[in-house]
């Protein structure tokens, strides 16, 4: 049994406590959020007691890990604190928005026996995790091209885009560690193009709605990222990838099978599973799992802080591509 | 090259008229209807001489084979005729409306080595064909179950349903000879249910629009044929079968690969190719390279006139266990 | 909060034992089987009291419901004892197989205001639902036919079967409901054919394993039953209802998206969701929560007594059919 | 009756010579190939004339258009002849590789009232039309992005590869042309990765086997190509496109709608058409339709020069993207 501290109690904490709680390996003995009545609730609906401050969770001795789902600028604090601690960390992605304060935290907690998971939910999707496995076992020979459509199904809140790092480090971050997670090597060559089409209040941040990226990697592999801000008909998350024998993909999800047939169309399906929370529910669940074994087994994580770092470097040569217009080499 | 007389130019027989003359080996040298205007038109436009009567067409040496396209109450005559011609024959479905005259037909020309083909398209579908070839190849080891769903696009002109013998002869007769040519078995034992659910002249005419029958071979091999005359988004027509290690299936054709995904709908497709002559565009093609090879061959015919005699007392036995509510049992 | 007695500790006991206990309103108080030791295990499991006797916790004023997932022949003494204890109960299809004690049973508990569901999952899988509620919702105009598609992945044990009822009491009697579900109209009519083809100990059983069956309405409303007992490729599950306006049909389901592409094979997906258990997961829970709700409601049960009653009686019409060579006429 | 001269009897050419006898409109009058025995056996196959040199077919009054399928080189020759001699011009795509020389060639036609069509036949395709279609009657709302699938089904020869002007000006030439045709825009930015992955032939002649483009327009809409040139599973051609209120797809297309279910997978279909005569059977007979109504209305050419030559200005600039590691705006 693995005792859980769960520090952000917004709505991403708020499905991790539910989750925590359902896992039969899993106890959910802290919650802590900024916000006090948030806490309150998630304390209340699962039993859990309700933290004054992370220090009163973490002094517990009886807390094994930590889930860090606060907002953003705060993980780094909180990464550290936790590992001073002695316990396991499963931190939502990103890291941090910086790369320096990223590789600062490294350095502070690389001799500490850390045992950091990111939380890249997609590599633990069943679909998207059958191709990654189809590809390892050798399925279709050699890889040579991946491609990831990435699309959101509406415009996040203008609180939320201002403090979420721009598309790329906030969206786009997902399908930088997806398609490092099936290329199975490290992009070496990023170029981006990016758009504010969609909404005013997006060009007004100099943010984007509208991208697409292209990566290789050092052997030649190429991936191509597709992303977009407000696909009406649903989260649209799709994988391809072929290889010299053939190819494996992974299709979009839909809460039901039924088609309707008319006189206007015909095999007419639902729109696929709306956001995050319903098209990664399994996801979500088997990325606890993943951390669980983890730290009982005393292993390597699945998903490391390096990924976590890798993925932000990504972003950030995305974002020098489009302000050079050159293709830019990640070191 | 085989020389044709094509009798009867109404619509099968202008679209037989067309693939004839499109056929690398096949010529149209006659064409006869007792509509003159008829004839006269389809003569003009593919440059075919025009009988005044059969017997005129019939005389002429060069021709060696006969298209029987005309109205079913004239096949039994004109397969007589040509056959006594020494014509090579091509009939469309049902030879006859009558077993009687189906028998006595046979036992007319029966010692005049009659080479007489039964125009049941579907069996030259590429994916009908496609199914019936991976039951004969064992792909679904000894096969169990064959569902034949086949729907009409629209109710068809009272004056068509006068003479057309009823759902069972005109329509259904087609998936009885397709039961059969995927069973690989004789269907021994026939039960049948049948409605006037769409139109009140279906009603008047005391014809159905509506209905399932089930097939049973001695072995036990069962099938369900599914009718309906009034599907509107297109011409439904799919057959799957179940056997020992697996299923094989044919889905309907579109006219395009478009998808529409949007707030309401995703993955919507156009409507099913309309009726039959788009629909088994390809299996009329292939149904004429199919007979014109077994003409110069000079061995057996592809679809034999047992096979068009069988289709009709399945269509029989149908009625039969209509009238009685009993299963009937065919010899 | 709803506390349950949960009377059966079997597979299928077992699993409505842990949907109960993840619900959020509803508690496992009680658990019984005449295997102490599968009691013991699934009480400890959740936490439950284990019952020496049904009277133990029938007699335990604190407990509102009864789960029965007992065998067969136990449904109905039991159904009886909770209704005059007081209890609400949800029951596992079917009642029993004699519908002589089914009538009985009935006009035993009607006058104690019994509160009875029956568990035919399938009406709350959210595809078929989805199906249901589109027919009735007018979607596809006036209904005209059904077609249930239903097949198990293997033979089941020699023992099961020898208590089961047979396969039209045991596996069809699912289609049966399911099929006056979305007719809206009691078929008044059935023709069944059936065979054992697949397994010698099914021919020694005088059962069967591969049967079709036609329903119809007195309307002339028509259902088409597909049932074999061991395809290959999963737990075949499908549905589809014609109407006046289209189509609307419920396809399998599989576990992940994946597709695979290559030189002999293309778009090719996982086999479908292996069994009741895993195709029917969500079925199940719904079934959990529409029962505690209708309880909660005090209104009429989603699934009645009466509804079990008439799926029983179908499956008997169908053995007369099969017997007699008739269509069987249901008062 | 549009009379043509067909200049280059090779496969393509072949191909155009059988669609332009079965067009009702179009006769060939005139065959020419600089290998003497390829015109012979087309021109003796469609009772077609043998020209001994171009000039002797341009010099024949009766002859309304030429339809150039050559080898590339040849091209601007004959556009300028046919132009010169007062023929209408149906030029296979590119219309060379030197954009300096396309230029010429305009300049030197440009006043001589020139009806020169460009063979992009992907325009033609039904499915690609729909999208299309679709797109500019607004049914998306506005445009934001289009992806691209293109990949053969095998390296070409070497023969073939050392004068078609690299995979981009040979291959991608389609895709380019194609993004224009959908984007509705001119792209105004371009980027490129490229890589020989699949043969070493390929890398032999510093060619390429595997790329990823990206366009932009001047509004921001986007477009991404993914190229490869040995898909195993057919010739994979797909699009989509994804606008304010929905995504519009084509997908591929197979001979027949089989599909085959088993224990290791489910709806396994063939493989997709192998190759553009295949899959693009269709969209050729329509591309010969328009030219004959194009050059029969007088009006303006559906696909023109200047679409010849946006394309490969997009090529070249993919190129120099390549080379530069820049994002290369083209005017």
Chains 1, 2, 3, 4 share one sequence.
């Not at 990566?215 to 407000?230: D, M, P």
């Not at 799709?238 to 309707?260: C, D, L, W």
């Not at 206007?264 to 956001?275: G, Q, R, S, Y």
């Amino acid at each position: 049994m693995l005792r859980f501290a769960l520090f952000g109690c917004g709505r991403i904490g708020r499905m991790h406590g539910h989750n925590l709680v359902s896992h039969p390996k899993a106890e959910l003995a802290w919650v802590y959020d900024v916000v006090e009545a948030a806490a309150a609730e998630v304390g209340a609906k699962h039993g859990a007691k309700v933290a004054a401050t992370i220090d009163e969770a973490l002094a517990d001795p009886a807390v094994d890990a930590v889930l860090i789902a606060s907002s953003t600028d705060t993980h780094i604090e909180l990464i550290q604190r936790s590992v001073e601690a002695g316990k396991a960390v499963l931190c939502e992605k990103p890291i941090d928005l910086d790369i320096a304060r990223v590789d600062a935290c490294w350095a502070a907690i690389e001799g500490k026996n850390p045992r950091v998971m990111i939380g890249f939910n997609r590599r633990f999707d069943p679909s998207f995790k059958a191709v990654h496995d189809a590809i390892r076992a050798g399925e279709i020979g050699d890889l040579r091209q991946v491609a990831i459509t990435s699309r959101d199904p509406g415009i996040p809140p203008v609180a939320y885009m201002q403090v979420a790092g721009g598309l790329l480090r906030d969206m786009t971050i997902h399908d930088f560690d997806l398609a490092r997670y099936l290329l199975g090597e490290e992009p070496v060559k990023v170029a981006c193009f990016a758009q504010a089409l969609i909404a005013q209040e997006v060009k007004d941040l100099n943010d984007h709605d509208t991208a697409m990226i292209l990566l290789e990697t050092a052997s030649g592999r190429q991936a191509c990222i597709t992303n977009y801000r407000a696909a009406t008909y649903g989260y649209d998350q799709r994988i391809e990838a072929i290889g010299e024998t053939g190819m494996v993909k992974a299709e979009n999800r839909r809460p039901h099978t039924m088609e309707r047939w008319g006189a206007d169309a015909t095999e007419a399906k639902a729109p696929v599973l709306h956001f995050f929370i319903e098209r990664y529910q399994e996801a979500y669940n088997a990325e606890i799992q993943a951390f669980v074994e983890a730290v009982e087994a005393g292993g390597p994580m699945p998903v490391s802080f390096e990924d976590g770092r890798r993925a932000l470097m990504l972003a950030n040569a995305a974002y020098e591509s489009l302000a050079s217009g050159r293709a830019v080499t990640v070191a």
